[in-house]
């Protein structure tokens, strides 16, 4: 069955350390794929996405992406967590007209 | 730049009721998808409109129904309300085929 899967419910980390949120999916072809992060109450903003090309993609808030066809991976990553990056995380995947999420990982940020 | 917008902000209703929530695209957006997010869950894709007609739908049942306007704006009905029901809506719009979706603030609907 097609899935996405975030194997991370919460993660805690101190501020300024690195971060990297775990996605795998599993799709027969290379679908589109997506970050998006949901703080408390709020909806979802796009922090960056993949379609083709180049397997690291860079976008907001220092946030990236690498993209891994053997792995069946796209992992998130930021080098230096800031307080304000505490909020809940979904990868999603794009196919059949739908995103398809996994079911989050909520990360704390220690000061 | 209009971001898209949602109403109303919460909602509670009474198992068997009907609701409407009400969804106004991003400006240049002609594609509309709602989500049902329950708590502690990721967002769950109910369905999608594009010029005025459902375009994909996912696995929810016939009571949950849809509108699209041509201004873009949509709505989600949802009859025969019950407990589990009860979640965040979510409204993200687009541009035609684009996975590219931009997400409301969303709709907390209690049923009780």
């Known amino acids: 069955a097609q899935s996405v899967t975030q194997p991370d419910i919460h993660i805690t980390v101190s501020e300024g350390a690195s971060l990297e949120l775990r996605c795998n999916y599993s799709y027969g072809a290379t679908p589109y794929l997506f970050w998006y992060v949901q703080s408390p109450g709020q909806g979802l903003q796009l922090l960056l996405k993949?379609?083709?090309?180049?397997?690291l993609v860079q976008g907001i808030k220092g946030f990236e992406a690498e993209f891994k066809r053997s792995q069946s991976s796209f992992n998130l990553r930021k080098p230096s967590v800031h307080w304000s990056d505490a909020a809940e995380y979904f990868c999603?995947?794009?196919?059949?007209?739908?995103?398809?999420f996994g079911k989050g990982t909520k990360l704390s940020v220690i000061p | 730049e209009t971001g898209v917008t949602q109403s109303p902000t919460h909602l509670i209703k009474t198992r068997g009721q009907q609701v409407t929530l009400r969804c106004s695209s991003q400006?240049?957006?002609?594609?509309v998808s709602w989500y049902q997010q329950a708590l502690g869950q990721g967002p769950q894709f109910i369905f999608q409109y594009y010029r005025e007609e459902e375009n994909g739908r996912g696995n929810f049942p016939p009571r949950f129904s849809g509108l699209q306007f041509p201004n873009y704006s949509s709505e989600l009905n949802v009859n025969a309300l019950e407990l589990d029901d009860s979640a965040l809506y979510l409204c993200?719009?687009?541009?035609?085929?684009?996975?590219?979706?931009?997400f409301g603030p969303g709709t907390r609907l209690t049923v009780t």
């Open positions: 400006s240049g957006h002609n594609t």
């Open positions: 993200a719009s687009s541009t035609g085929d684009s996975y590219e979706q931009y």
């Open positions: 999603a995947v794009g196919l059949s007209k739908q995103l398809t």
């Open positions: 993949y379609f083709s090309g180049d397997t």
